[in-house]
């Protein structure tokens, strides 16, 4: 029962149907790596090149859906290594003073936000998960919000549906976001569209996120982000952060 309940949850936050990896992506989590061989910098498409930048006090971080609840659906190895990733992430994103946001998904009690004509959310009702208050819609430790941060709260897939995203974006004139999450095929596939469609500049961290299906993950990241956002990994963005102190301090 337990089994068949995480799997019902997969499907209804990661869009997911099971709660293993491809043969292939275990492979990749044994080694230290990431699920999927999608994640692999070797195979990302498109990486940040020399024209792109980040504008310091024009660039947001954004860390979507890493809550306990969502975070435990992964095996155990990814969970340990897309945590890493995560942190290292928003550590460099601090030291930089960037605008790190973090959105995250929840209820009220009785998930008054909830349709039953919703066919991924209306099985939430039963579950009990992600509602305010409690240990699983919580932020997950290692990557625990500090002081200065922002937590948007969402009741939709998409980080700027049922938000106020947009207008702490617009506050803060913040003209490119950095971002990554759990799903790729869910929360990031969804903010990627919205924000592209509001001419907001992208990066999309590929080895911090994840998704159940290391094709569905490849595909999005090596041919459908590419049109619309930078696609990077940790280290990538590591060195983009760098060279902006640099410049800054010049």
Same mark, same amino acid.
């Given at each position: 029962?337990?089994?068949?309940?995480?799997?019902?949850?997969?499907?209804?936050?990661?869009?997911?149907?099971?709660?293993?990896?491809?043969?292939?992506?275990?492979?990749?989590?044994?080694?230290? +790596?990431?699920?999927?061989?999608?994640?692999?910098?070797?195979?990302?498409?498109?990486?940040?090149?020399?024209?792109?930048?980040?504008?310091?006090?024009?660039?947001?971080?954004?860390?979507?859906?890493?809550?306990? $609840?969502?975070?435990?659906? %992964?095996?155990?190895?990814?969970?340990?290594?897309?945590?890493? !990733?995560?942190?290292? @992430?928003?550590?460099?994103?601090?030291?930089?003073?960037?605008?790190?946001?973090?959105?995250?998904?929840?209820?009220?009690?009785?998930?008054?936000?909830?349709?039953?004509?919703?066919?991924?959310?209306?099985?939430?009702?039963?579950?009990?998960?992600?509602?305010?208050?409690?240990? +699983?819609?919580?932020?997950?430790? !290692?990557?625990?919000?500090?002081?200065?941060?922002?937590? @948007?709260?969402?009741?939709? &897939? +998409?980080?700027? %549906?049922?938000? $106020?995203?947009?207008? @702490?974006?617009?506050?803060?004139?913040?003209?490119?976001?950095?971002?990554?999450?759990?799903?790729?095929?869910? &929360?990031? %596939?969804?903010?990627?569209?919205?924000?592209? $469609?509001?001419?907001? !500049?992208?990066?999309?961290?590929?080895?911090?996120?994840? $998704?159940?299906?290391?094709?569905?993950?490849?595909?999005?990241?090596? !041919?459908?982000?590419?049109?619309?956002?930078?696609?990077?990994?940790?280290?990538?963005? %590591?060195?983009?952060?760098?060279?902006?102190?640099?410049?800054?301090?010049?």
């Amino acid at each position: 029962m337990h089994r068949i309940a995480c799997s019902l949850l997969l499907i209804v936050f990661m869009t997911l149907s099971e709660t293993e990896l491809h043969a292939a992506g275990m492979q990749d989590v044994q080694k230290g +790596g990431l699920p999927g061989p999608a994640v692999s910098s070797a195979q990302t498409a498109v990486l940040i090149s020399p024209e792109f930048s980040i504008p310091k006090a024009r660039t947001a971080v954004l860390i979507m859906d890493y809550e306990n $609840d969502i975070v435990s659906m %992964l095996p155990a190895g990814v969970q340990t290594a897309i945590l890493e !990733k995560a942190s290292t @992430i928003l550590k460099a994103s601090r030291q930089a003073h960037l605008l790190i946001i973090y959105v995250v998904v929840r209820f009220r009690d009785g998930y008054p936000e909830i349709n039953q004509q919703n066919r991924l959310f209306s099985t939430l009702k039963d579950s009990g998960r992600f509602r305010e208050g409690t240990f +699983g819609a919580e932020i997950h430790e !290692k990557v625990a919000p500090q002081p200065g941060d922002i937590i @948007i709260t969402k009741r939709r &897939v +998409g980080a700027f %549906l049922t938000t $106020d995203l947009e207008t @702490i974006l617009r506050s803060h004139n913040i003209s490119t976001l950095v971002l990554f999450g759990i799903s790729t095929s869910g &929360v990031v %596939l969804s903010t990627v569209r919205t924000a592209a $469609d509001m001419d907001y !500049k992208l990066a999309v961290i590929s080895d911090a996120c994840a $998704d159940r299906d290391a094709e569905v993950h490849r595909v999005l990241m090596d !041919k459908v982000f590419p049109w619309q956002a930078a696609v990077v990994n940790t280290p990538d963005f %590591l060195n983009a952060v760098r060279a902006m102190e640099d410049k800054q301090s010049q």
